[in-house]
Every structure is written in structure tokens, then in C-alpha cells.
């Protein structure tokens, strides 16, 4: 298995070369839809080779992000020892069956016609409550589409549907998983001190920084936001001294500059590519050792300051 961060016509080149039977491609290399399969445009080539030399190829981008030991957590040690909690936590994707609702109604018990429409609903589960000082009550346990189909029905007799009540569910959040991390530093370090170990961690010569409002290369970073890639959705209006991310736009700069935060750019792969190091030895793990899994070494930046 070959992992990079993007992956290139030369880096498909590289896994052929070295025999590989997976390539693991931080990010898809296909993200608008492909309407025909041909070797006109370069992704394009990707997919016929890789179906050639039945090559797979597996992005978990996102999803790998979102991990309590992902690539935010990697880019959030850019500055040492910290304690790090997610900006935006993960929850799960679902209910059983799809069941997000819970629907309660009752009082004096409604007809049995309007009880047998409800439990017959596709996607709905009814159960009998013990009864209360109002009368008795049914609650439904439902999908989106059982619940709106039900209130119908409810809707047909006003006294019932007066008492009715509606809980939308809301699963709690995974632990330690979500997108971008915010990271609180056991100490304060100056913002050239932080410069040189974000550099030191992400591999680069250079970066680029934009200082806050009114702060200097002395001023201290006690709390800093992270967000892999491109960032600014996650971070913008965080409470830090400092932003890291790969990119973000000439004015979503300026904004956090306003508002006295500093701002470190370091290309966007450049700030998810030093994960797949960890990655790799969390999969060479997982796998007991049974495959050789290795970092591609034509994988890079397309963009380098010169």
C-alpha cells in the first residue's frame, strides 16, 4: 500500500513501480463528477491506468481529519504539549432505521382508527406509555417521513392533536472526534518561537504569516486553531491567538487580523502530509504486518515559496 496526500500522474507512476496493490490517496482525487472516461484530461488517465494495472485507490480525507488521532491531531502538536479538544465535534450519522424523532400523543386515548393508521406506519414504532394524571399516551419512535405522515393523521382530531408533543433527537457527540482542533498550550510561547517549531513540524523552510492586530513576533501564543487544508469555514471567529491551516483567502486574512489573531499559512497539503507517517504505522498496526505499507516520495505541494 502507497500512501500520499494528492494523487498525481507520477505518483501513480510510483506505486506501479514499486508493485503496489493500494494506493490510499489522503485526498479524492476525483471531486466533480466524471462523465466520461477517456485519456484526454490527466484524472481521467488516472482512473484508466489504475483499472488497467487493477490498482485500488481509497480516500478517506474528511473522515480520517475527524479522528481523536487523525490529521488535526497531528497538526494540532505543531507547538508542542497541549491539551486539544475539536471545534467541531463529530456525532453520529444516524439513528436505527432512521428513527430521529420521537412523537408523543394521547391524553384520552385516541380512536383506535388513528392508533392502528399510526403504528402501521412504514418506519414507525409505536409503544404504550404507562398511563398518567392526563389519560394515557403513545409515544412513536420515527423516521422524518413517519413523523410528518403521523401528524396528518393526528391533525384529523383537534383535541388530540393539541396534546401532542414532538422531540427531535440529536445523537451526542463521539468523543475527541470532530473537524479542527483548539489547542491550549501547558505554556506561552512567543510567536517567533511558535513560527520555527510549526515549521520544524510540518517539514518547511517557510511559511507564511500574517500578525494580528497590534501583535509582534514577541507577543504570546498561549492558544492556538488548527484546521487542516482549508480552514477558514472551522476557524474563523475562534477565540485564539493564533490560526494554523494550509490556506485561506486574501479577506478571511484580513478579518482575523482585524480581530487581533495572527495567521499562519503553510500551503494546504503541506499541513495534512507530515499525518501520513502516523497514518502509515496506524495501518501497519491494524494490519498486524501483513502489508508493506510505505509514504510516497513524489508526493508534494504544487505550490513552494521560491
Known amino acids: 500500500m502507497l500512501l500520499t496526500n494528492d494523487l498525481t500522474e507520477d505518483v501513480l507512476q510510483e506505486a506501479l513501480a514499486a508493485g503496489a496493490d493500494m494506493v490510499l490517496s489522503y485526498h479524492p482525487p476525483i471531486f466533480k463528477a466524471l462523465k466520461r472516461v477517456t485519456c484526454a484530461h490527466w484524472k481521467e488517465r488516472l482512473v484508466v491506468t489504475a483499472l488497467e494495472k487493477r490498482l485500488a485507490v481509497y480516500s478517506p480525507h474528511t473522515a480520517c481529519d475527524a479522528l481523536a488521532n487523525g490529521g488535526q491531531r497531528w497538526l494540532g ?99 475527541d472526534a470532530g473537524m479542527g482542533r483548539l489547542c491550549t498550550l501547558a505554556g506561552p510561547v512567543s510567536m517567533a518561537v511558535a513560527v520555527e517549531r510549526i515549521k520544524s513540524h510540518v517539514g518547511l523552510k517557510h511559511v507564511r504569516l500574517a500578525l494580528g492586530r497590534g501583535k509582534t513576533l514577541d507577543s504570546p501564543v498561549s492558544v492556538m486553531a488548527v484546521c487542516a487544508g482549508s480552514g477558514s469555514s472551522i476557524l474563523s471567529g475562534v477565540p485564539a491567538d493564533l490560526y494554523l491551516t494550509g490556506e485561506m483567502s486574501h479577506h478571511e ?49 504544487p505550490l513552494e515559496v521560491v
Do not use: W
Not at 497539503?269 to 513524489?298: D, F, P
Open 77 to 175: 502538536r505543531a507547538l508542542g504539549a497541549c491539551v486539544s479538544v475539536p471545534l467541531r465535534a463529530s456525532t453520529a450519522l444516524s439513528y436505527p432505521g432512521g428513527h430521529g424523532h420521537l412523537l408523543e400523543f394521547g391524553g384520552d386515548v385516541p380512536g383506535p382508527s388513528v392508533l392502528s393508521r399510526v403504528s402501521a406506519l412504514q418506519g414507525g414504532v409505536c409503544a404504550h406509555l404507562p398511563a398518567q394524571e392526563d389519560g394515557a399516551r403513545v409515544r412513536l419512535s420515527c423516521s422524518h417521513t413517519a413523523m410528518l405522515q403521523a401528524l396528518a393523521i393526528l391533525s384529523e382530531d383537534p383535541e388530540v392533536y393539541r396534546g401532542t408533543e414532538l422531540l427531535t433527537l440529536q445523537k451526542p457527540p463521539l468523543l
Open 253 to 301: 486574512v484580513l478579518d482575523a487580523v482585524a480581530e487581533g489573531r495572527s495567521v499562519i499559512l503553510c500551503e494546504h497539503s503541506n499541513s495534512e502530509r507530515g499525518y501520513l507517517r502516523e497514518l502509515g504505522a496506524q495501518i501497519t498496526q491494524c494490519l498486524e504486518g501483513k502489508v508493506e505499507v510505505t509514504v510516497s516520495r513524489t508526493d508534494r505541494d
